[in-house]
C-alpha cells in the first residue's frame, strides 16, 4: 500500500474539487492549510535552527580554533586537524587514535554479528516459544535497570573471585586468577560480551513489532503450500522484515562514532579499551573549559563526522536498492 | 488496556503534584546575600567527603553564637560541585564553598582572592603560618593571588597492619630495598604485601621523588620549573617530563614491590579505593598506600576485628644513597642515626663521615618527608557573592584556634592548620592510626610534599602526574607475563610519549 | 517434548516438524539461561540491598550475614546531592520524564502528520533533512549547548523543556512509517462533515495513533527517568534520580556505602519496571522501526 497525500494533484478527488471551486477561494482553502501546517511543525523548526544548527556550527567553528594566553583568548588555526594528522601517520599504529579507531570497528563487528541474533530471538518470540510471555518481560530488564548495577555485576562475575575464573581455574586453563578486565590480552574481549549480554535482550524489541505486522494471511498462505519452517523463515519472513534490519543496519553506521558502550564503567579506557567516542568523551570529562582539549575533541569529531556521512550515504543507496529488488 | 492506561497516568500526575511542587524549587530559590531584617545570610556548600558534615555542623554553630548578625546556611552534597561558579555565575547563591575542584585555577577569573584572609592574625599568628608558608607559596597564581586554601588534611603515605606485623616480627622498612625484602619475607610466609587503589601510589611516587630531588625542588615541580644537576632550571618545558631524574628513580623502586608473583592481592589492579580499603582491614593484604582518612571514612567497616592500623615512615629511595655515596648499608646506617635507633657501630660510621652534616641533613629530610593532601580540598569565595565579609569572617574563625578544636574534637581529622602555638593536637584521645599519623605530620623535621595545579600546563593540558602511562599497571604482576613493561620499556615509552605530544600539550594549555 | 512449542493459535491441529522441535529447545535452553542471568543479577542486586557494606565487599556471592532492611528506609536521608534529598530527586525525575516524554513524542508526531499527509512547499526537504540529520553523528557538541542554555536562561530551570520540543529524529521516523498505514478515510469523512484540520488532527488522527504513541511516551520516559547526563550537565541544582544514584555511585568510594547505593538502584528501577510490566504489550506490538510498508 502506497501513502498518499492530500492535495495530490493526481488525486482524483483534487481535480473534482478544482472543478466545482472557484480559484480563489482553493487558494484560500491552501493558504488555511498552510496556516495549519505552519502552526504545528513551526515551532520544530524554531527548535532545530536554534538547539541544532546553532549548536553544531559553533562546534564545528570550534574545531578551527585553538587556545591561546591559558585559554583566555583563541585563534584560527589547523594545529587540532595537524596533531589528528599527527597521531595517525606519524605516530603510527600505536597511537590513541589508531587503537581508538580499530576498536570502534571491532565493535561495529560485533554490533552486525548481533542482528541476526536478535532477530532470531525477535523470530521465536513471535513463533511463541514456550515462557515466551514472561521472556518478553525478562529481557526489558537490561533497559529498565540502571548500567551502575549491570556493570558492578558484571565485574564480579568476571572478577578473580567470580563463577567464571574459579571454574577456569578448576579446568586447569589459568595457573592462578587472572582479572580479565585488567588484562590487555582479554579487556576489550570481556567488555565485548557485556555487550552481547545486554545486547541480546534489546534486539528482540526492534524485530518484535515488524514480525508482528507480517499479515496472517501471507503466513497461512505458506503453510498451506506445505512449505516448511526454515523455507517459511528464510522465504517469507525475512524479506518481510528486510526493510527494518536495513534501517537498524544504517541506523548503527550513523551510530559508529557516537556509541561508547560501557567502557567509563567497565574499564575506563584502560587496558586499549577505548574507542573514538570515549577518546572524546575522555577529552571534554572534567577538563576545564580553557584547555584546548575541547577544540582538539570538536576536530576528532568534525573527522569522523565528514568520514561518516560518505558511508552512510552509500550504504542507504545499496539498502534502497535491495528494497526496490524486494518489493 | 484504555483503562490502565488513565490510571497510570492519573497516579503519575498526582504523583508529580505531590512531588514535583515542592522539589522543583529544591536547591535553588535561596536569594542569598543581606536579607531585609539586616541579616547577613551566608550560604555554604558542603562536599560530605570522607570527613563527614558534623563538625562543620558544630563549626557553623560555635560562630552563629559569635556572630548573631549572620544567618548561615548549610548545603550538603554528596558530590562535590564547582561549575556554578563559573558555569553560572549570576545564579549562584552559595557565598563560600567547602569543596574539591582540580584544575580551578582556569576559573580564578570568578574567585575572590584570599589574600587578606592568608595575611590575617589570628591567636598572635598569621592564617598563612598556620597553614604553612610553602603550601601557600604553591597556592599562589601567577597574578600573586591566592584564590583556595585547604579546608581538610590527609597525611598520606604506606599503612600497614601492625598487628600482623607484630605477630610475624616484620620492621618497618628504613629504605626501599629494605621494604622489597620485607615483601619477600612476606611472601615467604604467604602473607599478601600489597592490596592497593592503583591510584594511590602517586602518594608514594611523588614522596620518593621529593626524596631525590629535595622538597624544595619538588615544590618547584609543581609551578612547572625543572632544576637540572648543575643548578640551572626551566619552565613549562619537556625537562620535567623525560630528564626528570627524581621521577625515574622514584619509579625504578615498583617493579621490585609489585611486580613479582605473590606481591600483590589478585585484582587488585581494578579496585575502587573504598573497596581496596575494605579488603585492608579484613586482612587481604599487610600494605597499603592511603591516607589519614581511612579509618574515617571506612567506620562502617570497623569493628573489634579489625586490626591496628599504623602508617610507616617513608622509606628512602636507595638511589638517594648512592647519590650521597653511601652503599645501601650505609644508607640504612644513616635512617637509623636520622630515627634515634642507630647502633654502635651505626653511629661510628655516621660520625666518621666528611661530609656528616650535608648527608645527615639530607637523610633526615628524605626520611621525614610525607604526602599531604590538602590542596585537594579548597574552599572558594564566589567572586559574585554577597556575603564575601560574611565568608571571609567564617573562613577566619574556622583557622582560628577555637575552630580549629571544634573540627579536632569532634571529626578526629587532621587538621587543615596548625594551632597559634604550633601544635597540631591539642587532645590526645586519638587512635592509632591518627598517633601515629600525628607523629609523621608533627616531627619537627617534617616536611609535607604536596601537588598543586595552579599553572595551565597542569589544568588545561590536564596533565594530572610527572608520568603519563600509568605505572602500576605496568609494573604490576599480571599472570600474563608479556604485559609488565620493564622499567627501561616503560622508560622509552615515557620518553617518546612526552617528546610525540610536547607540541600539543603546549597548545592545549595554551601555552603555544 | 511437545510443550515446548506452542503452536500458533489458527493451526491448533498442526503439529511441527522434527528438525523445528531441535531448534525450538535448543532456542529455549538459549532463552532461558539469559533470562535466568538477568532475573538473577535483578535479585542479586536487590538482596545486595539488604547487605552490610563489608558483606557485601568480602562476600559477594552469599546470602546477607544479617538482614538490613533499614537501607531501604536509610537511602531516603543518605542520598543527598546539592541539598536535595531521594524525595526530592524523585520530584524532579518526574516532572522531567512528563515533560520531556510528552513534548519529545508530540513534536515529531505533529511534524510527521505534516508531512506525511500533506503536500506543502519544503515537504520533502524535511523528510531527506531527518535522515541526514539522524545520520550526521556531531560530536563534542557540549560546551556551546552549556553555553546557549545557560544564555536563555535554562540551567537550573524547568524552561529547559523547551529544547525537547523537537520535530526530527526516530521517534519521527516510527510516526511516519505508522502515520503511511493510517487510511484517509475517517479524515476525508470528517473532512465532509465539516471537521476544520485541528479537529481532524486531535479527535480523528491521535485516537488512532493512541498505540503508539503511548508505546513511543514510555519508552522515552524510561530512557529519561535513567539518564543521568542532562541533570548532571544542565541542572546540577535540581538533580534526578539517576543523576543522584550516578553521583552517589561515583563518590561512593568517599563513604564506602555500596550497600545504600544498591538500595538506591533497586528502588529507581521499581516505577520503569512497573510500567513496562503494565505495558509491554502495547509498546512491542506497536513499535518497530521502518516496520512493513503499507
Given at each position: 500500500?502506497?501513502?498518499?497525500?492530500?492535495?495530490?494533484?493526481?488525486?482524483?478527488?483534487?481535480?473534482?474539487?478544482?472543478?466545482?471551486?472557484?480559484?480563489?477561494?482553493?487558494?484560500?482553502?491552501?493558504?488555511?492549510?498552510?496556516?495549519?501546517?505552519?502552526?504545528?511543525?513551526?515551532?520544530?523548526?524554531?527548535?532545530?535552527?536554534?538547539?541544532?544548527?546553532?549548536?553544531?556550527?559553533?562546534?564545528?567553528?570550534?574545531?578551527?580554533?585553538?587556545?591561546?594566553?591559558?585559554?583566555?583568548?583563541?585563534?584560527?588555526?589547523?594545529?587540532?586537524?595537524?596533531?589528528?594528522?599527527?597521531?595517525?601517520?606519524?605516530?603510527?599504529?600505536?597511537?590513541?587514535?589508531?587503537?581508538?579507531?580499530?576498536?570502534?570497528?571491532?565493535?561495529?563487528?560485533?554490533?552486525?554479528?548481533?542482528?541476526?541474533?536478535?532477530?532470531?530471538?525477535?523470530?521465536?518470540?513471535?513463533?511463541?516459544?514456550?515462557?515466551?510471555?514472561i521472556f518478553k518481560i525478562v529481557f526489558f530488564f537490561p533497559s529498565i535497570v540502571s548500567g551502575v548495577v549491570?556493570?558492578?555485576?558484571?565485574?564480579?562475575?568476571?572478577?578473580?573471585?567470580?563463577?567464571i575464573i574459579q571454574m577456569f581455574l578448576n579446568f586447569g586453563w589459568f595457573e592462578e586468577p587472572i582479572v580479565?578486565?585488567?588484562?590487555?590480552?582479554?579487556?576489550?574481549?570481556?567488555?565485548?560480551?557485556?555487550?552481547?549480554?545486554?545486547?541480546?535482550?534489546?534486539?528482540?524489541?526492534?524485530?518484535?513489532?515488524?514480525?508482528?505486522?507480517?499479515?496472517?494471511?501471507?503466513?497461512?498462505?505458506?503453510?498451506?503450500?506445505?512449505?516448511?519452517?526454515?523455507?517459511?523463515?528464510?522465504?517469507?519472513?525475512?524479506?518481510?522484515?528486510?526493510?527494518?534490519?536495513?534501517?537498524?543496519?544504517?541506523?548503527?553506521?550513523?551510530?559508529?562514532?557516537?556509541?561508547?558502550?560501557?567502557?567509563?564503567?567497565?574499564?575506563?579506557?584502560?587496558?586499549?579499551?577505548?574507542?573514538?567516542?570515549?577518546?572524546?568523551?575522555?577529552?571534554?570529562?572534567?577538563?576545564?573549559?580553557?584547555?584546548?582539549?575541547?577544540?582538539?575533541?570538536?576536530?576528532?569529531?568534525?573527522?569522523?563526522?565528514?568520514?561518516?556521512?560518505?558511508?552512510?550515504?552509500?550504504?542507504?543507496?545499496?539498502?534502497?536498492?535491495?528494497?526496490?529488488?524486494?518489493? | 488496556?484504555?483503562?490502565?492506561?488513565?490510571?497510570?497516568?492519573?497516579?503519575?500526575?498526582?504523583?508529580?503534584?505531590?512531588?514535583?511542587?515542592?522539589?522543583?524549587?529544591?536547591?535553588?530559590?535561596?536569594?542569598g546575600g543581606a536579607s531585609a531584617g539586616g541579616k547577613d545570610n551566608l550560604e555554604i556548600f558542603m562536599w560530605?567527603?570522607?570527613?563527614?558534615?558534623?563538625?562543620?555542623?558544630?563549626?557553623?554553630?560555635?560562630?552563629?553564637?559569635?556572630?548573631?548578625?549572620?544567618?548561615?546556611?548549610?548545603?550538603?552534597?554528596?558530590?562535590?560541585?564547582?561549575?556554578?561558579?563559573?558555569?553560572?555565575?549570576?545564579?549562584?547563591?552559595?557565598?563560600?564553598?567547602?569543596?574539591?575542584?582540580?584544575?580551578?585555577?582556569?576559573?580564578?577569573?570568578?574567585?575572590?582572592?584570599?589574600?587578606?584572609?592568608?595575611?590575617?592574625?589570628?591567636?598572635?599568628?598569621?592564617?598563612?603560618?598556620?597553614?604553612?608558608?610553602?603550601?601557600?607559596?604553591?597556592?599562589?597564581?601567577?597574578?600573586?593571588?591566592?584564590?583556595?586554601?585547604?579546608?581538610?588534611?590527609?597525611?598520606?603515605?604506606?599503612?600497614?597492619?601492625?598487628?600482623?606485623?607484630?605477630?610475624?616480627?616484620?620492621?618497618?622498612?628504613?629504605?626501599?630495598?629494605?621494604?622489597?625484602?620485607?615483601?619477600?619475607?612476606?611472601?615467604?610466609?604467604?602473607?599478601?604485601?600489597?592490596?592497593?587503589?592503583?591510584?594511590?601510589?602517586?602518594?608514594?611516587?611523588?614522596?620518593?621523588?621529593?626524596?631525590?630531588?629535595?622538597?624544595?625542588?619538588?615544590?618547584?615541580?609543581?609551578?612547572?620549573?625543572?632544576?637540572?644537576?648543575?643548578?640551572?632550571?626551566?619552565?613549562?618545558?619537556?625537562?620535567?617530563?623525560?630528564?626528570?631524574?627524581?621521577?625515574?628513580?622514584?619509579?625504578?623502586?615498583?617493579?621490585?614491590?609489585?611486580?613479582?608473583?605473590?606481591?600483590?592481592?589478585?585484582?587488585?589492579?581494578?579496585?575502587?579505593?573504598?573497596?581496596?580499603?575494605?579488603?585492608?582491614?579484613?586482612?587481604?593484604?599487610?600494605?597499603?598506600?592511603?591516607?589519614?582518612?581511612?579509618?574515617?571514612?571506612?567506620?562502617?567497616?570497623?569493628?573489634?576485628?579489625?586490626?591496628?592500623?599504623?602508617?610507616?615512615?617513608?622509606?628512602?629511595?636507595?638511589?638517594?644513597?648512592?647519590?650521597?655515596?653511601?652503599?645501601?648499608?650505609?644508607?640504612?646506617?644513616?635512617?637509623?642515626?636520622?630515627?634515634?635507633?642507630?647502633?654502635?657501630?651505626?653511629?661510628?660510621?655516621?660520625?666518621?663521615?666528611?661530609?656528616?652534616?650535608?648527608?645527615?641533613?639530607?637523610?633526615?629530610?628524605?626520611?621525614?618527608?610525607?604526602?599531604?593532601?590538602?590542596?585537594?580540598?579548597?574552599?572558594?569565595?564566589?567572586?559574585?557573592?554577597?556575603?564575601?565579609?560574611?565568608?571571609?569572617?567564617?573562613?577566619?574563625?574556622?583557622?582560628?584556634?577555637?575552630?580549629?578544636?571544634?573540627?579536632?574534637?569532634?571529626?578526629?581529622?587532621?587538621?587543615?592548620?596548625?594551632?597559634?602555638?604550633?601544635?597540631?593536637?591539642?587532645?590526645?584521645?586519638?587512635?592509632?592510626?591518627?598517633?601515629?599519623?600525628?607523629?609523621?605530620?608533627?616531627?619537627?623535621?617534617?616536611?609535607?610534599?604536596?601537588?598543586?595545579?595552579?599553572?595551565?600546563?597542569?589544568?588545561?593540558?590536564?596533565?594530572?602526574?610527572?608520568?603519563?602511562?600509568?605505572?602500576?599497571?605496568?609494573?604490576?604482576?599480571?599472570?600474563?607475563?608479556?604485559?609488565?613493561?620493564?622499567?627501561?620499556?616503560?622508560?622509552?615509552?615515557?620518553?617518546?610519549?612526552?617528546?610525540?605530544?610536547?607540541?600539543?600539550?603546549?597548545?592545549?594549555?595554551?601555552?603555544? | 517434548?511437545?510443550?515446548?512449542?506452542?503452536?500458533?493459535?489458527?493451526?491448533?491441529?498442526?503439529?511441527?516438524?522434527?528438525?523445528?522441535?531441535?531448534?525450538?529447545?535448543?532456542?529455549?535452553?538459549?532463552?532461558?539461561?539469559?533470562?535466568?542471568?538477568?532475573?538473577?543479577?535483578?535479585?542479586?542486586?536487590?538482596?545486595?540491598?539488604?547487605?552490610?557494606?563489608?558483606?557485601?565487599?568480602?562476600?559477594?556471592?552469599?546470602?546477607?550475614?544479617?538482614?538490613?532492611?533499614?537501607?531501604?528506609?536509610?537511602?531516603?536521608?543518605?542520598?543527598?546531592?546539592?541539598?536535595?534529598?531521594?524525595?526530592?530527586?524523585?520530584?524532579?525525575?518526574?516532572?522531567?520524564?512528563?515533560?520531556?516524554?510528552?513534548?519529545?513524542?508530540?513534536?515529531?508526531?505533529?511534524?510527521?502528520?505534516?508531512?506525511?499527509?500533506?503536500?506543502?512547499?519544503?515537504?520533502?526537504?524535511?523528510?531527506?533533512?531527518?535522515?541526514?540529520?539522524?545520520?550526521?553523528?556531531?560530536?563534542?557538541?557540549?560546551?556551546?549547548?552549556?553555553?546557549?542554555?545557560?544564555?536563555?536562561?535554562?540551567?537550573?530551570?524547568?524552561?529547559?523543556?523547551?529544547?525537547?520540543?523537537?520535530?526530527?529524529?526516530?521517534?519521527?521516523?516510527?510516526?511516519?512509517?505508522?502515520?503511511?498505514?493510517?487510511?484517509?478515510?475517517?479524515?476525508?469523512?470528517?473532512?465532509?462533515?465539516?471537521?476544520?484540520?485541528?479537529?481532524?488532527?486531535?479527535?480523528?488522527?491521535?485516537?488512532?495513533?493512541?498505540?503508539?504513541?503511548?508505546?513511543?511516551?514510555?519508552?522515552?520516559?524510561?530512557?529519561?527517568?535513567?539518564?543521568?547526563?542532562?541533570?548532571?550537565?544542565?541542572?546540577?541544582?535540581?538533580?534526578?534520580?539517576?543523576?543522584?544514584?550516578?553521583?552517589?555511585?561515583?563518590?561512593?568510594?568517599?563513604?564506602?556505602?555500596?550497600?545504600?547505593?544498591?538500595?538506591?538502584?533497586?528502588?529507581?528501577?521499581?516505577?520503569?519496571?512497573?510500567?513496562?510490566?503494565?505495558?509491554?504489550?502495547?509498546?512491542?506490538?506497536?513499535?518497530?522501526?521502518?516496520?512493513?510498508?503499507?
Amino acid at each position: 500500500m502506497e501513502s498518499y497525500q492530500v492535495n495530490d494533484k493526481t488525486n482524483p478527488q483534487s481535480v473534482a474539487d478544482e472543478l466545482k471551486l472557484g480559484k480563489s477561494i482553493l487558494r484560500k482553502r491552501k493558504a488555511k492549510t498552510y496556516l495549519f501546517i505552519l502552526s504545528i511543525i513551526g515551532l520544530q523548526l524554531v527548535n532545530l535552527i536554534v538547539f541544532y544548527f546553532g549548536v553544531n556550527i559553533n562546534s564545528i567553528l570550534m574545531a578551527f580554533q585553538i587556545k591561546q594566553d591559558a585559554g583566555k583568548t583563541w585563534i584560527w588555526s589547523l594545529d587540532n586537524f595537524a596533531n589528528i594528522y599527527k597521531q595517525f601517520f606519524v605516530s603510527g599504529s600505536s597511537s590513541e587514535l589508531w587503537i581508538a579507531l580499530g576498536n570502534t570497528f571491532k565493535f561495529f563487528g560485533l554490533s552486525l554479528v548481533m542482528f541476526p541474533i536478535a532477530f532470531s530471538t525477535s523470530y521465536f518470540m513471535y513463533k511463541k516459544i514456550l515462557g515466551h510471555g514472561i521472556f518478553k518481560i525478562v529481557f526489558f530488564f537490561p533497559s529498565i535497570v540502571s548500567g551502575v548495577v549491570w556493570s558492578t555485576l558484571y565485574k564480579e562475575i568476571v572478577g578473580p573471585q567470580g563463577p567464571i575464573i574459579q571454574m577456569f581455574l578448576n579446568f586447569g586453563w589459568f595457573e592462578e586468577p587472572i582479572v580479565l578486565l585488567d588484562d590487555i590480552r582479554y579487556a576489550l574481549g570481556t567488555v565485548m560480551v557485556y555487550s552481547v549480554w545486554m545486547g541480546i535482550a534489546g534486539g528482540f524489541i526492534l524485530y518484535g513489532g515488524a514480525l508482528s505486522r507480517i499479515p496472517t494471511e501471507v503466513i497461512e498462505a505458506g503453510q498451506l503450500d506445505g512449505i516448511n519452517w526454515f523455507n517459511e523463515m528464510v522465504r517469507v519472513i525475512i524479506p518481510l522484515i528486510f526493510p527494518t534490519m536495513g534501517t537498524m543496519l544504517l541506523l548503527q553506521l550513523c551510530g559508529l562514532f557516537t556509541a561508547s558502550g560501557n567502557i567509563l564503567l567497565l574499564t575506563g579506557g584502560a587496558r586499549n579499551t577505548s574507542t573514538i567516542s570515549f577518546l572524546i568523551f575522555a577529552n571534554v570529562y572534567k577538563v576545564p573549559e580553557t584547555s584546548n582539549k575541547y577544540n582538539y575533541a570538536s576536530a576528532v569529531g568534525l573527522v569522523f563526522t565528514t568520514l561518516t556521512i560518505p558511508i552512510v550515504f552509500i550504504v542507504r543507496y545499496f539498502l534502497n536498492k535491495i528494497e526496490d529488488v524486494e518489493y | 488496556m484504555k483503562n490502565y492506561f488513565n490510571r497510570i497516568i492519573v497516579a503519575f500526575v498526582a504523583m508529580i503534584v505531590a512531588l514535583g511542587a515542592t522539589a522543583c524549587a529544591g536547591g535553588s530559590g535561596n536569594g542569598g546575600g543581606a536579607s531585609a531584617g539586616g541579616k547577613d545570610n551566608l550560604e555554604i556548600f558542603m562536599w560530605t567527603a570522607g570527613y563527614g558534615s558534623d563538625y562543620m555542623k558544630a563549626v557553623i554553630t560555635a560562630f552563629k553564637d559569635k556572630n548573631p548578625d549572620i544567618n548561615v546556611e548549610l548545603k550538603l552534597s554528596s558530590a562535590p560541585a564547582f561549575s556554578d561558579i563559573y558555569l553560572d555565575p549570576d545564579n549562584n547563591s552559595v557565598d563560600l564553598y567547602f569543596t574539591t575542584a582540580w584544575g580551578y585555577s582556569a576559573y580564578n577569573e570568578y574567585l575572590e582572592p584570599l589574600n587578606d584572609i592568608v595575611n590575617t592574625e589570628v591567636d598572635g599568628v598569621t592564617i598563612a603560618s598556620k597553614i604553612g608558608e610553602s603550601t601557600v607559596d604553591l597556592l599562589t597564581a601567577k597574578d600573586g593571588n591566592v584564590y583556595s586554601i585547604p579546608w581538610a588534611n590527609g597525611v598520606c603515605g604506606l599503612f600497614y597492619n601492625a598487628t600482623v606485623f607484630e605477630q610475624n616480627g616484620y620492621k618497618a622498612p628504613k629504605t626501599t630495598r629494605q621494604l622489597a625484602d620485607l615483601c619477600a619475607t612476606m611472601v615467604s610466609d604467604k602473607q599478601t604485601p600489597f592490596i592497593y587503589y592503583k591510584e594511590y601510589w602517586k602518594y608514594m611516587i611523588n614522596g620518593w621523588m621529593a626524596q631525590y630531588a629535595t622538597v624544595a625542588n619538588f615544590n618547584k615541580y609543581n609551578l612547572g620549573v625543572y632544576t637540572f644537576d648543575d643548578g640551572t632550571t626551566s619552565e613549562n618545558s619537556i625537562d620535567l617530563f623525560i630528564n626528570n631524574t627524581a621521577r625515574d628513580k622514584a619509579l625504578e623502586v615498583l617493579p621490585s614491590l609489585i611486580g613479582s608473583k605473590g606481591y600483590i592481592y589478585t585484582g587488585t589492579n581494578t579496585l575502587t579505593h573504598t573497596v581496596s580499603q575494605t579488603y585492608f582491614l579484613n586482612g587481604r593484604g599487610l600494605m597499603i598506600p592511603t591516607g589519614s582518612w581511612l579509618e574515617y571514612e571506612m567506620r562502617n567497616s570497623i569493628s573489634d576485628k579489625t586490626p591496628d592500623i599504623k602508617i610507616m615512615k617513608y622509606p628512602v629511595l636507595s638511589s638517594v644513597g648512592q647519590l650521597l655515596g653511601l652503599n645501601e648499608n650505609q644508607l640504612v646506617a644513616v635512617v637509623a642515626y636520622v630515627d634515634g635507633d642507630a647502633t654502635a657501630a651505626q653511629k661510628e660510621f655516621v660520625d666518621s663521615l666528611e661530609n656528616k652534616e650535608a648527608v645527615v641533613e639530607r637523610v633526615r629530610e628524605a626520611r621525614n618527608v610525607y604526602f599531604s593532601e590538602r590542596i585537594g580540598h579548597g574552599t572558594f569565595i564566589p567572586k559574585k557573592s554577597d556575603a564575601k565579609e560574611a565568608a571571609k569572617k567564617f573562613l577566619q574563625f574556622y583557622y582560628s584556634d577555637e575552630g580549629l578544636k571544634i573540627i579536632e574534637d569532634t571529626c578526629g581529622m587532621l587538621l587543615p592548620a596548625k594551632y597559634g602555638d604550633g601544635s597540631v593536637r591539642k587532645s590526645n584521645s586519638d587512635t592509632t592510626l591518627i598517633t601515629s599519623c600525628l607523629e609523621l605530620q608533627g616531627n619537627e623535621y617534617a616536611s609535607s610534599v604536596e601537588r598543586s595545579y595552579t599553572i595551565p600546563l597542569f589544568y588545561n593540558a590536564g596533565i594530572e602526574n610527572f608520568w603519563y602511562f600509568d605505572p602500576i599497571g605496568a609494573f604490576s604482576y599480571n599472570a600474563n607475563t608479556s604485559q609488565i613493561w620493564t622499567y627501561n620499556q616503560y622508560l622509552e615509552k615515557e620518553k617518546s610519549y612526552w617528546n610525540d605530544n610536547w607540541s600539543q600539550i603546549l597548545i592545549d594549555a595554551g601555552l603555544a | 517434548m511437545n510443550r515446548i512449542i506452542s503452536v500458533p493459535k489458527k493451526n491448533k491441529i498442526k503439529r511441527r516438524a522434527k528438525s523445528e522441535r531441535v531448534v525450538f529447545t535448543i532456542e529455549f535452553i538459549i532463552l532461558t539461561l539469559f533470562a535466568l542471568t538477568y532475573v538473577f543479577s535483578f535479585i542479586w542486586g536487590f538482596i545486595s540491598g539488604f547487605k552490610t557494606h563489608d558483606d557485601l565487599i568480602l562476600n559477594p556471592w552469599s546470602m546477607p550475614e544479617t538482614w538490613h532492611p533499614e537501607n531501604y528506609i536509610d537511602v531516603f536521608s543518605l542520598l543527598e546531592v546539592n541539598g536535595v534529598n531521594m524525595l526530592g530527586m524523585i520530584g524532579n525525575s518526574l516532572w522531567l520524564v512528563f515533560g520531556r516524554s510528552i513534548l519529545s513524542v508530540l513534536g515529531p508526531f505533529l511534524m510527521a502528520y505534516a508531512v506525511t499527509k500533506f503536500v506543502f512547499p519544503g515537504r520533502n526537504f524535511l523528510i531527506g533533512l531527518n535522515i541526514i540529520l539522524m545520520t550526521l553523528p556531531i560530536i563534542g557538541a557540549m560546551p556551546s549547548t552549556y553555553r546557549l542554555y545557560s544564555q536563555l536562561g535554562f540551567i537550573n530551570s524547568p524552561k529547559i523543556l523547551i529544547a525537547s520540543f523537537g520535530g526530527f529524529g526516530a521517534t519521527n521516523l516510527y510516526f511516519c512509517s505508522f502515520l503511511r498505514g493510517v487510511s484517509k478515510t475517517y479524515s476525508e469523512a470528517a473532512e465532509i462533515d465539516g471537521a476544520n484540520n485541528y479537529v481532524i488532527l486531535f479527535k480523528i488522527i491521535m485516537p488512532l495513533c493512541k498505540g503508539i504513541i503511548i508505546a513511543l511516551f514510555i519508552t522515552t520516559a524510561v530512557g529519561v527517568w535513567n539518564d543521568y547526563g542532562t541533570a548532571l550537565v544542565y541542572m546540577p541544582k535540581l538533580p534526578t534520580l539517576a543523576t543522584g544514584i550516578y553521583l552517589f555511585s561515583t563518590e561512593m568510594t568517599y563513604r564506602a556505602r555500596m550497600d545504600i547505593l544498591y538500595a538506591a538502584t533497586m528502588l529507581s528501577a521499581i516505577p520503569p519496571l512497573v510500567l513496562y510490566l503494565l505495558a509491554h504489550k502495547t509498546i512491542l506490538t506497536n513499535i518497530s522501526l521502518g516496520g512493513i510498508k503499507g
